[in-house]
């Protein structure tokens, strides 16, 4: 597993413990990747079923937000 996992899924967790639907913004913030370097890491990351995110179409691109962590997920914290 790339390290980025640990840390956006560490970040992930946090979030949601406090009631909150990270997107790919509030976690780079928090692990100090690149906006990129997270969306990249949250579709890998997806593909691989250790979250569950919706995407968001925007004007611009489209955004991530993350609703939960698997269970695959959250075996790695």
Do not use: H, R, W
């Amino acid at each position: 597993m790339k390290k980025e996992y640990f840390k956006i899924i560490s970040v992930v967790d946090n979030f949601l413990k406090q009631g909150q639907e990270p997107d790919i913004a509030m976690i780079a913030k928090e692990t100090a990747l690149s906006n990129q370097q997270v969306y990249d890491c949250i579709t890998e990351m997806e593909e691989k079923e250790l979250i569950i995110a919706f995407e968001i179409d925007m004007c611009c691109g489209e955004d991530y937000v993350i609703k939960e962590l698997t269970e695959k997920g959250k075996s790695m914290l």
